[in-house]
């Protein structure tokens, strides 16, 4: 269901081109080379889309750690089993994830930050007063899609291996929906921002992830689909990754509880890229740059050929 939106998407006189002819036109995404290194489903920046890439993670970070007072984290990419099974992604959904082997040892390439963010209090009681927690962190992430195969295959929409700023926020349990509006605002803030188009909207009880208890998705316009496509979930989780991961906090009486984990992309590196590309292209095949970027990349505008332009 639809709750509210905000901006009106661009009206273009020419047909707008998709971010994949956009992007290999200027020469700053090579699918086909991604391809032949590893096989369908990657995607390769270079240049200056890489440089967006980059500006994109950083302004994200900024943004989350300045001014809404997250703290930032570099992680580790594999994860135990016990960390996979503390944020409910396993064991039902193992076969959406990689895995590698080294002697006995299982590790799992994380899906998303959520999953080492919001276990770094595993098996801890945090102190009542110390809440709500706040943590963001620029990750790889591994998706085997398992399923999907046919949908999105073009482009940056769903891949493999995607790069993603997340937001984690841990909170007494009856303070949850407000800390899921205030993630919301964070998310939206982002696109916000950019000058992006976007809606949002709260999904169905048969939609939501396993360990979800209410999930609100943030949808932005893409011009060449007509239509709005997804690219942030904030999710309140109640207390059920808490009670996998043994989260529990400390009242000023003593007494032991629960917390409440929440989780929301803030954002998606390459979807967001897909975005910026295909709202701010011009009819010559150059694309402008949203202004909170610039000091960020150092440069205005895309040629057709890819060459900044200061």
Same mark, same amino acid.
């Given at each position: 269901m639809e709750i509210r939106r905000h901006g009106d998407p661009p009206a273009f006189a020419f047909e707008p081109k998709d971010h994949v002819d956009l992007g290999e036109a200027m020469g700053i995404l090579d699918f086909g080379r991604a391809a032949k290194l590893s096989g369908p489903r990657f995607s390769i920046a270079?240049?200056?889309?890489?440089?967006?890439?980059?500006?994109?993670?950083? !302004?994200?970070?900024?943004?989350?750690?300045?001014?809404?007072? *997250? /703290?930032? &984290?570099?992680?580790?990419?594999?994860?135990?089993?016990?960390?996979?099974?503390?944020t409910g992604q396993l064991p039902k959904f193992e076969e959406d994830l990689f895995k590698t082997s080294v002697g006995s040892r299982d590790l799992f390439l994380i899906p998303t930050?959520?999953?080492?963010?919001?276990?770094?209090?595993?098996?801890?009681?945090?102190?009542?007063?110390?809440?709500?927690?706040? !943590? /963001?962190? *620029?990750?790889?992430? &591994?998706?085997?899609?398992?399923?999907? &195969?046919?949908?999105?295959?073009?482009?940056?929409?769903?891949?493999?291996? !995607?790069?993603?700023?997340?937001?984690v926020r841990i909170c007494a349990a009856d303070q949850s929906q407000h800390e899921l509006e205030k993630m919301i605002s964070h998310a939206e803030a982002s696109l916000k921002e950019l000058g992006l188009a976007y809606r949002v909207i709260?999904?169905?009880?048969?939609?939501?992830?396993?360990?979800?208890?209410? /999930? *609100?998705?943030?949808?932005?316009?893409?011009?060449?689909?007509?239509? *709005?496509?997804?690219?942030?979930?904030?999710s309140d989780c109640g207390t059920f990754q808490a009670r996998r991961a043994n989260i529990r906090t400390r009242g000023t009486d003593g007494t032991r509880s629960f917390v409440a984990t929440?989780?929301?992309?803030? %954002?998606?590196?390459?979807? /967001?890229?897909?975005?910026?590309?295909?709202?701010?292209?011009?009819?010559?095949?150059?694309?402008?740059?949203?202004?909170?970027?610039?000091? &960020? %990349?150092? !440069?205005?505008? %895309?040629?057709?050929d890819g060459t900044p332009q200061i």
């Open positions: 270079r240049g200056a889309g890489a440089a967006l890439e980059r500006a994109l993670a950083a !302004f994200f970070l900024d943004l989350h750690t300045r001014r809404h007072g *997250y /703290t930032e &984290y570099s992680l580790p990419n594999l994860v135990t089993r016990e960390t996979m099974t503390g930050a959520e999953v080492p963010l919001t276990n770094l209090h595993g098996g801890e009681v945090i102190d009542g007063t110390a809440l709500p927690l706040a !943590f /963001t962190a *620029y990750t790889p992430c &591994y998706r085997s899609e398992a399923g999907s &195969y046919g949908k999105d295959t073009r482009g940056l929409l769903r891949l493999h291996q !995607f790069t993603k700023v997340e937001m709260v999904l169905a009880a048969g939609d939501m992830s396993f360990a979800a208890q209410v /999930t *609100y998705d943030l949808e932005v316009w893409l011009p060449s689909q007509h239509r *709005y496509r997804e690219i942030s979930s904030c929440l989780n929301g992309s803030g %954002l998606p590196i390459g979807r /967001t890229m897909a975005a910026v590309l295909e709202n701010y292209q011009q009819q010559d095949g150059s694309v402008l740059m949203p202004d909170v970027l610039v000091p &960020y %990349l150092g !440069f205005k505008a %895309l040629g057709p």
